[in-house]
């Protein structure tokens, strides 16, 4: 029977002096997640380049899809410890490889020594624990190039780990570890994957939904509202802003030429989300946004955009092309929900011939018939904040007053 999980983690390994925080928040993320998933507060004990999640009675398999989830584990296996007495070991690898094998298999023995005062090195182990198994399964040959089975035993300071399963995790670095943005989330397929791929380098990622009701249906809000909930398995949780844009749209739509309605609309959201961001201590932006894809993405309209922003906009996404993102939402799960057909503020009000290529200074004049602050004032008090925890979702008043922001942020 498995006792333990062991879990590895490779680019935390590269880290220098800040290593160990990277570590701390890696296994508090593992242990929250755990937490949410199972209602269960794991053991995860720490020995160099390693993690031990202690299984205490529980099946492997019930931890797999919390690991699954979690940023910075790059690969993990189930695990039997045993101590470091060699016929313990020996006995424990023979019942691990008669358990996994399925009628007659290749297999080759692997040993790391981190414990270099184990009296037997590597190339001993194997060559000890390899004749042990030879002599007492039959159906077993030796392939050190193609094993069908590769028995693992790794010597560590205190005892042995010994395992033949090993699966992949996530990689990147654990969420938490790189600050915090505001990813604008549409209903679409990219914004999602562009959140994902931020919280991959460790960004603790809080979204902002910009709707149009009754443009757009309830339905199009709980779309959205359900990507969240598939991106929250990923960091535990998700902070959603929900503003309403309808009163915004309806000003566009009724002082501004039609052609610049899209890149009007984009900045007034690039300035509502900073605005949000600093009350919530975020540092950057993220968005969707995918060099060429549609008129609202060009360089031009994405200088256009910029030039109202106070702080980093981040578009993870910015080179790849349509498929690449479609193969990211599909392993993610966010792939069927994003392409239910609910619209969001954006395609309902989208202009029958869109600038491709608008000046900074034509979107100021646009804007001069706007009022500006005002709106942006409104929209902002009318926000909802929902906090979403994988399948469920916890709906609070906001907790911070929106209106009480950075006073170096003036509208541009």
Sequence with gaps: ????????????????????????????????????????????????????????????????????????????????????????????????????????????????????????????????????????????????????????????????????????????????????????????????????????????????????????????????????????????RLVVHLVPFTKIQEQIAHYCHDNMRIPIMRRIMVRIAEQIAYGREALSLFTGDNLGQVASQTMESLYAVNNVATMPILRPLITMDKEEIMTIARRIGTYDTSILPYEDCCTVFVPKEPKTKPKVDACEKEESRLPLTELISQAIAETEKLIVYGKEISKRRQEIDYATLNPNNSIN
């Design 1 to 236: 029977m498995y006792d333990h999980i062991v879990i590895r983690y490779a680019e935390i390994a590269l880290k220098g002096k800040n290593q160990k925080d990277f570590l701390n928040q890696l296994v508090r993320n593992i242990r929250e997640q755990i937490k949410v998933d199972l209602d269960f507060n794991p053991t995860i004990e720490r020995e160099q380049g390693r993690l031990y999640l202690r299984l205490d009675d529980k099946a492997p398999e019930e931890f797999y899809d919390s690991l699954n989830h979690v940023f910075g584990i790059s690969s993990y296996s189930p695990a039997r410890k045993v101590s470091l007495d060699l016929e313990e070991i020996k006995a424990a690898a023979l019942f691990e490889l008669r358990s996994a094998m399925k009628g007659p298999t290749s297999f080759r023995v692997s040993v790391k020594r981190p414990n270099k005062h184990f009296p037997l090195t590597s190339p001993e182990m194997q060559q000890i624990i390899a004749a042990h198994m030879l002599k007492n399964i039959t159906g077993l040959s030796v392939d050190l190039h193609h094993a069908d089975l590769e028995l693992l035993l790794e010597i560590r300071f205190d005892s042995a780990y010994i395992y033949t399963r090993k699966y992949e995790g996530l990689g990147g670095l654990p969420v938490g570890t790189g600050g915090k943005g505001l990813l604008l989330l549409s209903g679409g397929i990219d914004s999602p994957v562009a959140g994902y791929l931020a919280m991959k380098r460790g960004v603790i990622v809080e979204a902002v939904h910009f709707h149009s009701y009754p443009y757009t249906s309830e339905e199009a809000k709980q779309k959205v509202i359900k990507l969240a909930e598939l991106m929250a398995k990923y960091s535990v």
